[in-house]
C-alpha cells in the first residue's frame, strides 16, 4: 500500500499544525514532518507512505503511486520494497474547525496471488478535551448534559453518546475518551476510487452517455493469452485477445444505463475497429437493444498477418507483410470522432474508449491519394496523416491507398497529433487501454503512446488541471479485461460509494467489515489480481455551519485492510466480524 495524508486548513496554520502532530510517540511517520504543500498554500501533508523525507506535488506523487509511465515507457512508480507492510496510522484530528478539509489518498498494489480484500475500521477516541467559554456557551444552548467523565456512562457504554447524538438528548464530559461531540459533527465518504485522483466523481443519472468505442483489430488481437508467441494458436475463440476483448465489450453493453430518470433515453455504444485502416463496426446504439449489441458485438473479428482486404485497390501482401492487420490508431481515432459528432445529441456526453494491444506501426500519407489515379478523393496537396476534414471525404479505397508502413515513431507522432486536435476542438473525453502490452515488441512505445493520447484536466468526471492525472489504464494479458471496463464504466457513469455520512457513522460500517469487489460488472464478488493498481478514496470535512460546540475536541480512528488469497478461499471469512464488536 500507499497512501499520503493531507489536511486543508488555511494559511497560515503550519506552525500550530507541527506543534499537534510532530510528537514522536504520536501516530504518524516521524521521519515525515508536517509540510505545506508549496504550490497550494492552506493543503498540508501529515504522513505518507513511501515514508520518504521529501513531498512532492499532488500530481507526481499520484502518478507515482499509480505505478507511473517515465518518458521510455517503463513503469517508473513507488518501489515494492517502499510499499511492503506500510500499515495505515491511526488518523487524529485536532482542533478542527469549520470548513477544514482532510483526505487520505490510498491505492494497493496486489503482489503474486490474487485474493480477496476486506475493508475496515473505526473509532478509537472523541473527547472534549476539556470545555472552553464559548463551547460552554453552545453546548448550554443546546441543552447538553455533563456526565462528568466516562464512569458515569450507563453501563460504562461509550456508544451511549451515538445514540443520543442526535436524539432529544445531548450528552457531553469534560475528561473522558468519549465525550466529545466532533464525530457526529465531522461528514465522511469512502468509495472506490476508481481513476485514482481522490475527487468524488458521482453518478449523474440524469445525463445519457455516448460511447464511442474504438478497437484494435491489427494481427496481434488474435495472439493466444498464454501463449503470444506460438502463432499455431492463433485465433478469433476464446482464449485469444479479441475473444476477450468481446466478452469484456459486452460486460460493458449490458451495464450501460436504460430511460434514465424516466426520460426514455438510454446510454448508446458504438464500435469502430481499426486495423491498417479505420471501419465503422456497428454505429451508436441503445442500450435497451442488449440484442442487437450483443449480436453485433460477437461478429467482431480481428485482422489476421498478411490479410488482403479483396478490393482493386492498389494493395500487395507480398511487398507488405501484414497487410491490413498493421495498427493505425490515429485512423481509428478519426472513426470514433465522427461516431460521436455525427451522432451527437445535446446534453449528451460524448466518450472514446480507445483499446490497444501494441505501438501504431501504420499511418496514412496523403500525398499517396493525389498520386493515385485510382483514388476516389484527393488531399488537396496534403503531405503526411491528412485532415481531418478531408479524411472523411475519403472512400475505403482511399484509405487503402493512403495506408502507409511508415516508422514506429512517425507514426506515434501522428496519433499523438490527432488526439491532441480532439481534445482541442471537441468536447469528446478521451480514455484508453493498453491491453497485454507486456507480452508484444516496443511496450514502451506503446505504452507511452496511449498514455499521451488519454484525456486529462478540466472535464465533468476528470480530475481539474492541478490534479490531473492521465485516463489510461493499463490492462495486463494475465487480468479480466471486464474488470478494467468496470473501472472505466465508474470513471464515465459515477464512481461506486462504500460509506457515507457522519464521520462516526462511516466508522460504525467499516468497523463491521467491507467485502471490497474487484468487478462491479458482476453478481459475485471477485478476486483482486496482481500487478494491478486500484484505489479507494476517503475524506472528511466539517461543515462550515457547525458552531462552539466541536472547540478543543479531536477524534482518532483508523482504516484497516486484509488480503486472504483467493486459492482454497471463498471470501466468506470476515477478519473484522469479531472486531466489529
Request: hydrophobic share 35%; with cysteine.
Amino acid at each position: 500500500m500507499d497512501y499520503r495524508i493531507t489536511y486543508e486548513g488555511g494559511p497560515g496554520r503550519l506552525e500550530e499544525l507541527q506543534r499537534i502532530y510532530n510528537d514522536p510517540d504520536g501516530p504518524y511517520n516521524p521521519d515525515v514532518e508536517v509540510k505545506e504543500l508549496p504550490d497550494y498554500p492552506g493543503t498540508y501533508v501529515l504522513d505518507q507512505v513511501p515514508r520518504r523525507g521529501n513531498v512532492i506535488d499532488p500530481t507526481p506523487w499520484v502518478e507515482s503511486a499509480n505505478v507511473g509511465v517515465d518518458d521510455d515507457g517503463e513503469f517508473a512508480g513507488f518501489e515494492r520494497d517502499e510499499l511492503t507492510d506500510a500499515g495505515f496510522p491511526l488518523f487524529q484530528l485536532h482542533d478542527v474547525k469549520p470548513g477544514d478539509y482532510g483526505e487520505a489518498t490510498i491505492s494497493m498494489h496486489l503482489f503474486d496471488n490474487p485474493a480477496y480484500v476486506w475493508l475496515g475500521g473505526g473509532l478509537r477516541r472523541n473527547a472534549s478535551n476539556g470545555v472552553n467559554d464559548p463551547e460552554q456557551v453552545r453546548l448550554d444552548q443546546l441543552g447538553a448534559t455533563n456526565t462528568a467523565d466516562d464512569s458515569a456512562l450507563p453501563d460504562d457504554d461509550p456508544t451511549f453518546f451515538a445514540e443520543n447524538a442526535n436524539g432529544e438528548a445531548l450528552y457531553y464530559n469534560v475528561d473522558g475518551d468519549w465525550g466529545g461531540q466532533l464525530a457526529d459533527a465531522i461528514k465522511a465518504r469512502v468509495w472506490y476510487d476508481e481513476n485514482c485522483n481522490n475527487i468524488f466523481d458521482e453518478r449523474e443519472d440524469g445525463k445519457p452517455i455516448d460511447i464511442a468505442l474504438v478497437l484494435d483489430v491489427s494481427g496481434s488481437m488474435t495472439y493466444d493469452l498464454e501463449n503470444p508467441g506460438d502463432r499455431s494458436l492463433d485465433s478469433q475463440d476464446e482464449g485469444s485477445r479479441i475473444f476477450e476483448a468481446r466478452e469484456a465489450i459486452k460486460q460493458l453493453a449490458a451495464n450501460l444505463r436504460t430511460d434514465i430518470d424516466g426520460t426514455g433515453e438510454d446510454d448508446r455504444l458504438g464500435l469502430v475497429k481499426f486495423g491498417g485502416i479505420d471501419e465503422l463496426e456497428f454505429p451508436l446504439t441503445d442500450a435497451s437493444d442488449l440484442t442487437t449489441l450483443n449480436n453485433d458485438i460477437d461478429a467482431i473479428e480481428s485482422y489476421t498477418f498478411g490479410q488482403d482486404d479483396g478490393s482493386s485497390a492498389p494493395f500487395d501482401p507480398d511487398d507488405t507483410p501484414f497487410g491490413i492487420s498493421g495498427t493505425n490508431i490515429g485512423a481509428g481515432l478519426y472513426g470514433g470522432r465522427q461516431m460521436l459528432e455525427d451522432g451527437q445529441v445535446n446534453g449528451r456526453r460524448q466518450i472514446m474508449i480507445v483499446l490497444g494491444d501494441g505501438a501504431p506501426t501504420w499511418s496514412y500519407e496523403s500525398e499517396n491519394v493525389d498520386d493515385n489515379d485510382e483514388a476516389d478523393a484527393d488531399s488537396s496537396g496534403e503531405s503526411g496523416f491528412p485532415s481531418y476534414s478531408t479524411w472523411q471525404d475519403w472512400s475505403r479505397n482511399d484509405k487503402l491507398i493512403a495506408m502507409s508502413d511508415v516508422n514506429n515513431t512517425t507514426a506515434a507522432a501522428d496519433t499523438v497529433a490527432v488526439a491532441d486536435e480532439i481534445k482541442d476542438d471537441t468536447d469528446i473525453t478521451i480514455v484508453s487501454i493498453g491491453f497485454g502490452l507486456e507480452q508484444v515488441s516496443q511496450t514502451g512505445l506503446a505504452r507511452t503512446t496511449l498514455l499521451s493520447i488519454a484525456s486529462e484536466g478540466v472535464g465533468e468526471f476528470e480530475s481539474d488541471d492541478e490534479t490531473g492525472v492521465k485516463l489510461y489504464y493499463e490492462a495486463p494479458a494475465s487480468v479480466d479485461l471486464s474488470i478494467i471496463f468496470s473501472q472505466i464504466a465508474q470513471v464515465v457513469l459515477g464512481e461506486q460509494v462504500i460509506a457515507e455520512g457522519t464521520l462516526r457513522e462511516v466508522l460504525e460500517v467499516l468497523a463491521e467489515g467491507v467485502p471490497l469487489d474487484a468487478n462491479e460488472f458482476t453478481d459475485e464478488r471477485d478476486c483482486y489480481p496482481p500487478f494491478l493498481t486500484r484505489c479507494l478514496g476517503f475524506e472528511w470535512w466539517l461543515p462550515t455551519d457547525v458552531k462552539n460546540e466541536v472547540q478543543s475536541d479531536s477524534v482518532e480512528f483508523d482504516i484497516s485492510f486484509y488480503a486472504e488469497q483467493c486459492r482454497h478461499n471463498d471470501g466468506s471469512n470476515n477478519p473484522f466480524a469479531e472486531a466489529g464488536n
